[in-house]
C-alpha cells in the first residue's frame, strides 16, 4: 500500500468514442498469406527516444473484457543512427546523416504478452538518436487474434541528465505515422485516434489526496453578473507556448456529475503584452463536448514564442439551483512538458469580490485535491501500478477466503463440538440423569438453531422417558419402556447424523437426500420387515437447505408415527421422481386410526404444515386396524428453491 500511495491514482473511463486504432480483421477464408501489421512512426530529424508506452482500450463497466484487441504477439524495432547531426545557426543540416540500424527494444514474438488490462504497459530506451519507429504485429488465426486495438501510443523523449521527457507523438507535422490495414470507423476508430491524446486512463493525478479545493464560483442573487467571465495569467516572462488545458472541478457535496460548472464557451487569446494588443486568438464552441467523460480540454496553440500574458474568457456558464456557476479545477499553459503557469499570477474580471483570494487554486498543481502529474510521469506510475494492484488484489482474495473459510471452520467446530457433547449426553444420562439434567440445559443453549430444529423433539421425548423410567424401574415393564427409549435414540442419531452430513457438503444434491432418507427409514424400522423402492435415475438437481430441512422433518415425523403408534410389522418406503413431482409414501400394515378425530401426538398439524410450506400435497388414508398410508407430494421446481413464505415449523 505505501509504494501505490505514491504512485498515480488509478481510475480508468469508458469512452464514448476516439476508442483508438483497430486493425481489419483477418479473412479466415483466405488462402493467401497473411502479412504482419505495421505501425510506423518517422520523425523528420533524429530525436532521443527515452521510452515507448501503449495505452490499451478497456471497459471498466465490465471487468470480464479486460484489454480489448490488446496484441498478443508483438515486436518493437527503432531506426538508430549512429551519431548526432549537426545544424547550423539557420536550422540547415551542415553533415550528412549518420548511417542507420534497426534496433530491437522489444520482442514478444515467442509468447504472448499477459493482458494488460486497464493499464498501460511501458518499455524503457536507450535514450540514443532515432530516426524511425515501428511496430509489427503477426496478423494470423489459431493463438493470435484475427484483430487488434491500441488506444494510444506514447514517444517520450529523452531530456538531458537522463529525465523523461514530452510525448513526441503529438509534435504536430514532425512526425508521421503510417499503419497499414487500419479500421476506419470515425466517431470510434481511427488511425489518428493513437496519437490524439484522448485516453481511457482518467486524469493525470497522483494518489496522495491534499486539502486544496478546486476553484467553485456561485453567483448569489445579490452579485452583480456580467455576460462572461475573464481570467487572467502573467507567465512573468515571454515563453513559447505549445497548449493551454482546462481542467473540470470536482462536483461539490461528492455528487457523481461530470462537468460541474464547466462553461460553454471559452476563448483563448495570447499576448505577449498585457493590454492584448493583436493577440491570437483560439476559440473553443461547445468544449462540453470535446472533454471526455469529465477530462481535462486540451487547446493546441501550435508552439507561438513570445506569449507572457493568457486570458480566458468563459461565457454560457451553466446554472445549479437558479444561479450561475463557474468550476474550474485548474488551468495549466506549458510547452512540451514545461508547465509556465505553476503559481504564477491570476487575475479576474466579473466574479464576486469573495473569490478573488481563491484564484491561486488556478495554478497551484493540484486539481481534485490530487497533484496534476507531468504525462510521463503518469503513464509510467500507472505501469508501475498494474502489478502492485495484481499483488493487491489477489492479497484481498485471499483474506477474504481465509475470513470465509475460519468462519465456516468456526461454525463446523461448533457443530461437531455439540454433537460431540450430545452423544456423550444420551449414553450418560441413563446412569447420571440428576447431574446429566443441568448438562442438558446448558447444552440445549449453546446448540445451534439447525440443531435444536433437528433433534429437539427427540431430546425432549428422551428426557421424559429417563423421568418415567425412574419411577418404574423396579417394576416388569421396564423392557417395554427400553425398547421406547431404543427407538428414540435410533431417531436422535439419524438426526445427528444428517447434521453431520449437511454441514460437510458445500451442496445437497438429490440423490443424496434420497439416500440418506432411505438411511434413517433403515435405522428406525429395524424391527422390521421393511421394503424400499426409489427411482432408477434421479436427476442431478441442487436442493435447497430449507427444502431438505422441511422434507427430513416431515419424514422424521412420518416414520416417528409409524414406529411409536402403529404397531406395525411391515412398512412400504416408496419415492418416485419424474419432471414435474417429487413424492414420496409410507405404508405400514399397523392398526390404523380415524383421520376425522383428532388425535393427540401424531404431529398431524406439524405435517401438514410443512406440506403447505412446501406447496405440496399431502394425503393422509387410514382405517382402523387396516393400515395408514401418507403420501407427500411436491412440484419439482421447488426442490432448488427457498419457498416464497419464511420458515414457520420450529419442530
Not at 478497456?58 to 471487468?63: G, I, L, Q, V
Not at 505577449?272 to 464552441?285: A, L, M, R
Not at 447434521?499 to 445437497?508: A, L, N, P, R
Request: proline share 5%.
Amino acid at each position: 500500500m505505501e509504494k501505490i500511495s505514491k504512485l498515480p491514482h488509478h481510475n480508468p473511463v469508458q469512452l464514448s468514442d476516439h476508442l483508438g486504432w483497430h486493425s481489419l480483421p483477418v479473412d479466415l477464408d483466405s488462402d493467401g498469406e497473411v502479412s504482419s501489421q505495421v505501425i510506423d512512426v518517422k520523425f523528420d530529424f533524429d530525436v532521443q527516444l527515452d521510452s515507448i508506452a501503449l495505452v490499451p482500450v478497456s471497459f471498466p463497466d465490465n471487468s470480464k473484457f479486460g484489454a480489448y484487441a490488446f496484441p498478443k504477439r508483438f515486436k518493437i524495432e527503432v531506426l538508430e543512427s549512429g551519431g548526432y547531426w549537426v545544424g547550423d545557426e539557420n536550422g540547415q543540416w551542415i553533415l550528412p546523416p549518420p548511417p542507420y540500424k534497426w534496433v530491437e527494444m522489444v520482442n514478444w514474438m515467442d509468447e504472448d504478452f499477459p493482458d494488460p488490462g486497464s493499464y498501460p504497459v511501458f518499455f524503457g530506451g536507450n535514450g540514443r538518436p532515432v530516426y524511425q519507429v515501428r511496430i509489427t504485429i503477426p496478423q494470423g488465426v489459431g493463438k493470435y487474434r484475427r484483430y487488434h486495438a491500441i488506444n494510444e501510443l506514447y514517444l517520450f523523449r529523452r531530456q538531458s541528465l537522463g529525465h523523461i521527457g514530452d510525448n513526441m507523438m503529438v509534435w504536430g507535422d514532425t512526425v508521421e505515422v503510417e499503419v497499414s490495414n487500419s479500421l476506419s470507423e470515425p466517431p470510434l476508430w481511427n488511425a489518428e485516434y493513437l496519437y490524439d491524446g484522448v485516453v481511457d486512463l482518467g486524469m493525470p493525478l497522483s494518489e496522495e489526496v491534499s486539502e486544496v479545493d478546486d476553484l467553485m464560483v456561485i453567483w448569489n442573487q445579490n452579485d452583480i453578473m456580467d455576460h462572461s467571465v475573464q481570467i487572467t495569467l502573467d507567465l512573468g516572462k515571454a515563453r513559447q507556448v505549445g497548449r493551454v488545458q482546462l481542467w473540470p472541478a470536482e462536483a461539490p457535496y461528492g455528487m457523481e456529475v461530470p462537468l460541474f460548472g464547466f462553461p460553454d464557451k471559452v476563448t483563448v487569446e495570447l499576448s505577449t503584452n498585457s493590454e492584448f494588443s493583436s493577440p491570437e486568438v483560439i476559440t473553443i464552441e461547445n468544449p462540453r463536448e470535446k472533454v471526455y467523460h469529465n477530462n481535462l480540454l486540451n487547446i493546441v496553440t501550435g508552439a507561438i514564442r513570445g506569449i507572457r500574458y493568457v486570458r480566458l474568457t468563459f461565457s454560457d456558464l451553466g446554472e445549479y439551483k437558479g444561479r450561475r456557476i463557474l468550476g474550474l479545477g485548474e488551468i495549466r499553459v506549458s510547452e512540451f512538458d514545461k508547465n509556465w503557469s505553476l503559481n504564477c499570477q491570476v487575475r479576474a474580471a466579473g466574479i464576486p469580490e469573495r473569490y478573488q483570494g481563491k484564484l491561486s487554486c488556478l495554478v497551484d498543481g493540484y486539481s481534485r485535491h490530487r497533484r496534476i502529474l507531468q504525462e510521463s510521469e503518469w503513464i509510467k506510475g500507472l505501469a508501475m501500478r498494474r502489478p502492485l494492484d495484481h499483488r493487491l488484489a489477489v492479497v484481498n482474495r485471499k483474506l477474504s477466503e481465509s475470513h470465509e473459510a475460519l468462519r465456516q471452520l468456526q461454525f463446523r467446530f461448533s457443530v461437531v463440538g455439540g454433537i460431540v457433547l450430545l452423544m456423550s449426553m444420551i449414553a450418560g444420562g441413563w446412569f447420571l440423569h440428576k447431574k446429566r439434567r443441568k448438562e442438558l440445559s446448558r447444552l440445549k443453549m449453546r446448540i445451534t438453531r439447525d440443531l435444536h430444529d433437528e433433534v429437539g423433539s427427540s431430546l425432549g421425548g428422551i428426557s421424559l422417558m429417563t423421568e418415567e423410567l425412574q419411577l418404574v424401574a423396579k417394576q416388569t415393564k421396564i423392557s417395554d419402556e427400553l425398547e421406547e427409549l431404543s427407538l428414540m435414540a435410533r431417531e436422535a442419531y439419524s438426526s445427528l447424523k444428517e447434521v453431520i452430513w449437511v454441514t460437510d457438503q458445500d451442496s445437497i444434491r438429490l440423490p443424496a437426500l434420497v439416500e440418506k432418507l432411505v438411511e434413517r427409514a433403515g435405522r428406525v424400522f429395524r424391527e422390521m420387515e421393511l421394503s424400499v423402492e426409489t427411482p432408477e435415475y434421479c436427476p442431478n438437481t441442487e436442493v435447497s437447505l430449507t427444502f431438505k430441512r422441511h422434507l427430513f422433518m416431515f419424514f422424521r415425523e412420518a416414520l416417528h408415527n409409524c414406529a411409536r403408534h402403529a404397531g406395525a410389522t411391515q412398512v412400504w418406503v416408496k419415492i418416485i421422481v419424474d419432471d414435474k413431482f417429487f413424492s414420496i409414501s409410507i405404508r405400514d400394515n399397523g392398526c390404523g386410526f380415524d383421520p376425522a378425530e383428532k388425535t393427540d401426538g401424531w404431529g398431524l398439524d406439524s405435517m401438514k404444515k410443512r406440506a403447505e410450506e412446501l406447496r405440496g400435497a399431502l394425503e393422509i388414508d387410514s382405517t382402523p386396524e387396516e393400515g395408514t398410508s401418507v403420501v407427500l407430494k411436491l412440484p419439482y421446481e421447488g426442490i432448488s428453491k427457498d419457498p416464497c413464505r419464511s420458515y414457520q415449523t420450529s419442530n
